[in-house]
């Protein structure tokens, strides 16, 4: 019966990591659905993100938005952000390794 548990914790993480991409993918479309006014808000990132596990290097040509989506094992993703802001911005996500020590 020990046997059990190990699987199902891994099926557990398994799930959750698989919520997690797919809230990483719909915060790559509202992020870019929200540039493309010209602005991007802390506000707009924060709801995209859907959550405070979130920063933003805003430097020219692209920005960096890494964020963190919480679960039994975090997954962390890095969003870069072209420059200017408007209906021709790119959003790539890319998830990272490990989620960066200094994270919020």
Known sequence: YGYALPDSWRETVEREQARSRQ????TQQKLTTGAADGSLTD????EAVGGP?????RTDP???LRARFDGTEP???????T??????????ATELPTCPPDLP
């Not at 506000?43 to 924060?46: A, Q």
């Open 23 to 26: 809230m990483a993918a719909t």
């Open 43 to 46: 506000e707009e990132i924060r």
């Open 75 to 81: 997954i962390c993703f890095s969003f870069e952000i």
């Open 83 to 92: 420059t200017p802001l408007g209906p021709a911005t790119r959003v790539t």
């Open 53 to 57: 596990g979130w920063e933003m290097q």
């Open 62 to 64: 692209v920005w960096l």
